[in-house]
């Protein structure tokens, strides 16, 4: 069965330096990876995708996020943190031959001025 | 840029009454979808629909859930009859196809079981 994991309840960090927020993964076969972002009263809105290729892919708002093999991971940063980043954020993977996402269980990211 | 919407943004019913949730996918989009959030818990996918039909669905989709697409714009999730344990967060999604397509998300229906 898949499943994710965010360690993290909540990441600290202050405006300008690097993020990064963590994910783990496990699925049987090859996973197609997704981040996600939530403002208060918003649906969820998609940030970027690894499907294969590059490790190392690219999405909105400047984010980036690292596919890692080995590790079973696909961590989520920034370069330089906005306080307008401030909201919770989900991972989720999709094991091919199947329509659900599997999320994790969110992690609120607070950036202080 | 086109969005999901669903309607109501929060509805409140009585335990045991009948609920619709609707929501209107993206217009070009062929695989639709349910998602619940129960307050504090993950996100919990529920059915996937296309072609008119479910093609996959989770143990909490049980008989008292149906889905519909009653025409070429909405799709209808119904409670047939509510549950206090059914108070959640009710996310609508779409995609265009492909597992490798990532789903989009309306704002979601809060919906309150009194």
């Known amino acids: 069965a898949q499943s994710v994991a965010q360690p993290e309840d909540q990441v600290n960090v202050a405006e300008g330096n690097p993020l990064t927020v963590k994910c783990t993964y496990s699925?049987?076969?090859?996973?197609?990876l997704f981040w996600y972002v939530q403002y208060p009263n918003r649906g969820l809105q998609f940030l970027l995708k690894?499907?294969?290729?590059?490790?190392l892919v690219k999405g909105s708002y400047g984010f980036e996020a690292e596919f890692n093999k080995s590790q079973t991971s696909f961590h989520l940063k920034k370069p330089s943190a906005l306080v307008s980043d401030s909201a919770l954020y989900f991972c989720?993977?999709?094991?091919?031959?199947?329509?659900?996402?599997?999320f994790g269980t969110g992690t609120r990211l607070l950036v202080s001025p | 840029e086109p969005e999901v919407t669903q309607t109501p943004s929060h509805q409140v019913t009585q335990m045991g009454q009948e609920v619709i949730l609707r929501c209107v996918p993206i217009?070009?989009?062929?695989?639709f979808y349910w998602y619940r959030q129960i307050l504090g818990q993950k996100v919990e996918f529920l059915v996937s629909?296309?072609?008119?039909?479910?093609?996959?669905k989770s143990e909490i989709f049980d008989d008292q859930f149906s889905v519909e697409r009653p025409d070429g714009s909405n799709f209808t999730l119904k409670i047939r009859s509510t549950k206090l344990e059914d108070s959640a967060m009710y996310f609508c999604?779409?995609?265009?196809?492909?597992?490798?397509?990532?789903?989009?998300f309306g704002d979601g229906t809060r919906l309150s079981i009194l």
């Open positions: 989720a993977v999709r094991e091919a031959g199947f329509q659900k996402l599997v």
């Open positions: 690894y499907i294969t290729g590059d490790n």
């Open positions: 699925v049987s076969g090859n996973p197609y």
């Open positions: 999604a779409s995609t265009p196809g492909g597992a490798y397509q990532p789903q989009h």
């Open positions: 217009s070009n989009h062929l695989y």
């Open positions: 629909f296309y072609n008119n039909e479910i093609s996959e």
